[in-house]
């Protein structure tokens, strides 16, 4: 039934295109040392940090989950010196945030301060309204950074935000960012099309997306979801498709009504951190080493992963 459901509100994630030229992309600024590494797939040098809160924002109240880099590791931990980029994340349909624990808490170990919504979970969630909580969620973040006391004051680039979501949340991202002049990139994992449609929003968007799939994906598989929504996009844009990668490999552990690949969820996910990590830290002009790992050579051979793009 939850694949039913599942279906009925997909996911949609597209993967990345091919060139050798770069898109435009934000004005490259040198990234601290802990945010630069050869392998974006392995963590990075932050000690991984998050909280527990509500966030109020544009007429909006939810309780979310805050992922950081802190001086430390663990629950509360005061956030890393340094500004850090903002990004927004949201979950697949009838999904906990719990199950994206993995891709999450690397995101924060490379330096990223996200914003992951605990609405719109359940049977009958509005495709609008997780848009619009994406988006209250970096709303909240500049406010927070402008706020004497709050954890974040002084922390946030907030010249530097990005959106991505699974399945449900990757079509939310889509639709968030063409709604928020603010967002400077969007990568999404599996996206579903979505109600407003999320591949019309694609249409819309000026800043550089990035669509990840699978190929044996069941739930909100490739041609119909992320391709179209891929075609779409004007340039720059990429679609990169995990070869064996399944609608629930994006997640930490299966639940009802699940698919499954013909590789390993340890090996999809590594692949997706790399792809997407590469992609967020070039796109926001974080690290402008990583132009052939996005847009490049090494782009177009990376094993396991197919490449097509408008660069």
Partial sequence: MLRTLMRAVPAIILAVAASLTAPTALAAAPAPASAVAADPAAPGAYPVAYTDLTVSASGRSYSARVWYPGTTAGANAPVAQGLHPGLAFGHGFFQDISKYETVLRHYASWGFITVTPKSQGGLSPSHTGFADDLNAGLTWLTAQNATAGSRFAGTVDTGRYALSGHSMGGGAALLAASRNPAVKTVSTLAAAETNPSAITASAALTIPAQYVGGTKDTIAGVADHQRKMYDAKRAPTQLRVITGGFHCGFVDSNGFGCDSGSITRAEQQRLTRSVTTTYLLY?????????????????????????????
């Fill in 283 to 311: 796109s926001l002009g974080l690290d402008s080493t990583l132009q052939d790992q996005v847009w490049g050579t090494a782009a177009q051979n990376l094993p396991g992963v197919v490449y097509t793009a408008k660069p």
